[in-house]
Structure formats: C-alpha cells, structure tokens
C-alpha cells in the first residue's frame, strides 16, 4: 500500500502543482480576455510532453476543439497577441518568486 499508493502521491502532488500553477496565477483573472487571463509558456519538446500540451494553455482555451498535438500550431500567434507567454518554465517560476518576494516584503514593512 505505501509502495503503491503513498510514495508516488507524494511526489505526484507537488509535481502536478507545479504543471498547473502557470495556467491563470498573475494574469488579469477579471477580463473574459483569454489573451489576458490565462498564460502560455513555449518551453520545449520535453515540458509539453510532461504537461501533456497544458504549457500552450491560451491555445487550449482559444481553440479548445483543436488536438493537443495540434496547438503548437497557434503558438506563434499567441507569442504576438497574448499577455501572459513565457520561454521557459524558469522564466514564469522567477516571475512568481519575484512577486511571491514583492509581496512578502509589502506584508512586512
């Protein structure tokens, strides 16, 4: 039961969290805009992979009848258009670190 089930949850869990955090933290959560309110990460072949396609998620919410495997197709667009793309899976976490530090310091000082 540990082997099976325990072990792998806990390193699932926080695995998972970290797929899913990028998809709509710090972006414009009050516009219906999905060019605003939802983020894409390009990254590469590796973390679309892992994330099974959710780094490219405002192509996702855009265009949702589109295959997975297809949305890398739009990204381009995205890149010019949308608010919230990031290269790089370290570029959006330095994002969040810097407001996650912003935001300490304001609740301390």
Not at 6 to 24: G, S
Not at 76 to 102: K, S
Request: proline share 4%; aromatic share 10%.
């Amino acid at each position: 039961m540990v082997r099976l089930w325990l072990l792998p949850f806990l390193v699932a869990m926080p695995l998972h969290f970290l797929v899913e955090l990028p998809e709509h933290i710090l972006c414009d959560t009050s516009s219906i805009d999905v060019l605003r309110n939802t983020r894409s990460i390009t990254g590469s072949w590796i973390t679309t992979w892992y994330t099974n396609g959710n780094n490219l998620h405002i192509e996702h919410h855009a265009a949702m009848n589109v295959p997975i495997n297809r949305l890398r197709e739009r990204h381009d667009d995205v890149r010019e258009f949308g608010v919230n793309v990031q290269r790089t899976y370290a570029e959006f976490f330095a994002i969040v670190a810097r407001e996650v530090w912003r935001n300490r310091k304001a609740a301390n000082g």
